[in-house]
Structure formats: structure tokens, C-alpha cells
T-cell receptor, first 111, second 117 residues
Framework: QKEVEQDPGPLSVPEGAIVSLNCTYS??????FMWYRQYSRKGPELLMY????GNKEDGRFTAQVDKSSKYISLFIRDSQPSDSATYLC???????????FGKGNQVVVIP | GAGVSQSPSNKVTEKGKDVELRCDPI?????LYWYRQSLGQGLEFLIY????????KSGLPSDRFSAERTGGSVSTLTIQRTQQEDSAVYLC???????????????FGPGTRLLVL
């Protein structure tokens, strides 16, 4: 079993819809939880990071962490065509430097 | 300012040849990471540098893979006797400290797309 599981299926939504993405993890040592966005032929860029269980909002983006269930989510409200990208969850241990990534979800927002 | 740069952007090689991939981190960033992104496996950690030292090289998949960093800046990832399964996008990232605690943003380069025929 991989440390981080993210169902890699593509997701197509109409513009304005809510996009919901999630990852599960098995290692309870993970303390930092991140979402990266990757456009085609580009490197990933950090979208959001959280440390504790609960919700964190940044504009149209909400990151949710439930440490008891080892489950994290990303919600994109009022999705735009410019949100079309691959979204990767990533996690790391306290004091560790490597990131463990999910496989990513390709999101397409249809105008 | 300039971001992380990688070269070449694309590399096609024949099975059995050696390849060198280069990463130029953001100026002043002391920590540098190499990852590999392939269709089946997603993004996998390979090696981490703090300055010129590599305290964590546990992600290197075999002894055909090696990396070095000189002058606390440029890093080179070398793959010897390439195999078809080495085909992937090799990504480099850097952070300003990379130390404890690890909440810093890792800034990624655009990657080198390696195809082994």
C-alpha cells in the first residue's frame, strides 16, 4: 500500500461547479498537508498547505484535513476554465524534508 | 526573480547510454530535491541536498542513479546504463532552508522529460 492514495481518475466539470478532490494516507506521522497544482508541461506549484485538522480557506479554495480518518480534501468553488490542471496532494513528516505525493487528479473545467 | 531551471527540457536516449540532468535552484536556496514523475507511479522523491551534502538519498531506485551538488548551487542527476523504465519527467525543487520544521514551499522547475528508447 502506498503511503498516499489519490484516485487518479480525470474529472470534468462545467464552469461554476464545485470541484471536490481527496486523498487518504496511511502514515500517522504525516503532519503537513499540501495541495499542488500542475499545469501541462510545468512543474507543480504550491496551492495550499495545512498543519492541523480542520478547514483552511484561500479565496475559492478550501483545504480540509481530518487526521483521525487520515483523509484530506480540496474544494474549488465557482470553478473556472483556468483551474483546469492536475491537482496533487502531498504530505510530509515533522522535521522531514521529502514530500510524499498522491498520483494526481486531472481536472477539466468546461466553459 | 528567476525560478528553478532545468536542462535539457527534453532528452531522448538509447537504452544503455548514460544521461546527465541539470538543475539550477533559486539563488540562495540551500535545499534542493529531485523527484521523478511517471505515469504509473506519480511523483516520487529521489534525493535531498542540504548545501552540498545529501542527507537523504533513500529514494534513488538503483545504483545506476547518482546525484551531486557543487558550490551549494547547481545539481546534476546522472543515470548510468539507462533502461526503458527510466523514462519519466525528472523534477527538481528548492527551498530556502529545507530544514526543521518543514513547512516551506518547495519551488519546482519545469522538469526534464527523459525518453529511453
Amino acid at each position: 500500500q502506498k503511503e498516499v492514495e489519490q484516485d487518479p481518475g480525470p474529472l470534468s466539470v462545467p464552469e461554476g461547479a464545485i470541484v471536490s478532490l481527496n486523498c487518504t494516507y496511511s502514515n500517522s506521522a504525516f503532519q503537513y498537508f499540501m495541495w499542488y497544482r500542475q499545469y501541462s508541461r510545468k512543474g507543480p506549484e504550491l496551492l495550499m498547505y495545512t498543519y492541523s485538522s480542520g478547514n483552511k480557506e484561500d479565496g475559492r479554495f478550501t483545504a480540509q484535513v481530518d487526521k483521525s480518518s487520515k483523509y484530506i480534501s480540496l474544494f474549488i468553488r465557482d470553478s473556472q476554465p483556468s483551474d483546469s490542471a492536475t491537482y496533487l496532494c502531498a504530505m510530509s513528516h515533522y522535521g522531514n524534508n521529502r514530500l510524499a505525493f498522491g498520483k494526481g487528479n486531472q481536472v477539466v473545467v468546461i466553459p | 526573480g528567476a525560478g528553478v531551471s532545468q536542462s535539457p527540457s527534453n532528452k531522448v536516449t538509447e537504452k544503455g547510454k548514460d544521461v546527465e540532468l541539470r538543475c539550477d535552484p533559486i539563488s540562495g536556496h540551500t535545499a534542493l530535491y529531485w523527484y521523478r514523475q511517471s505515469l504509473g507511479q506519480g511523483l516520487e522523491f529521489l534525493i535531498y541536498f542540504q548545501g552540498n551534502s545529501a542527507p537523504d538519498k533513500s529514494g534513488l531506485p538503483s545504483d545506476r542513479f547518482s546525484a551531486e551538488r557543487t558550490g551549494g548551487s547547481v545539481s546534476t542527476l546522472t543515470i548510468q546504463r539507462t533502461q526503458q523504465e527510466d523514462s519519466a519527467v525528472y523534477l527538481c525543487a528548492s527551498t530556502s532552508r529545507g530544514g526543521y520544521p518543514n513547512v516551506e514551499t518547495q519551488y519546482f522547475g519545469p522538469g526534464t522529460r527523459l525518453l529511453v528508447l
